[in-house]
C-alpha cells in the first residue's frame, strides 16, 4: 500500500513539477547503492567477529596460563 500511494502522488507531483523526475532517481541511486552495501557489510562484520574471536582466544589462555604459574611458583618457594 505505501508503494501503490508514493507511485500515485509522485505522478501527480510530477504532472506539475517536472523538476521532480532528478530527486526520484536520486532517490532511487540512492535505494541502489543500499541494495547492494547491504550484503558486503554483513560480510565485512563476519569477517571482524571472527578476527576478534580469534584475536581474545589466546590471549584468556595466556591469562590463565600466566596465573597458573604465578600459583606454582609462589607455592614452590613457600
Do not use: D
Not at 532517481?25 to 563476519?46: D, R, T, Y
Not at 569477517?47 to 589466546?58: F, N
Request: aromatic residues 10%.
Amino acid at each position: 500500500p505505501q508503494h501503490w500511494e508514493a507511485g500515485l502522488l509522485s505522478n501527480t507531483f510530477m504532472a506539475y513539477n517536472p523538476w521532480l523526475h532528478l530527486i526520484v532517481l536520486v532517490c532511487i541511486w540512492n535505494a541502489l547503492k543500499f541494495f547492494w552495501i547491504g550484503p558486503i557489510s554483513l560480510v565485512l562484520l563476519a569477517r571482524a567477529r571472527i578476527r576478534e574471536a580469534t584475536a581474545a582466544r589466546p590471549t584468556e589462555s595466556a591469562a590463565t596460563n600466566t596465573a597458573g604459574q604465578s600459583g606454582q611458583l609462589s607455592g614452590a618457594h613457600s
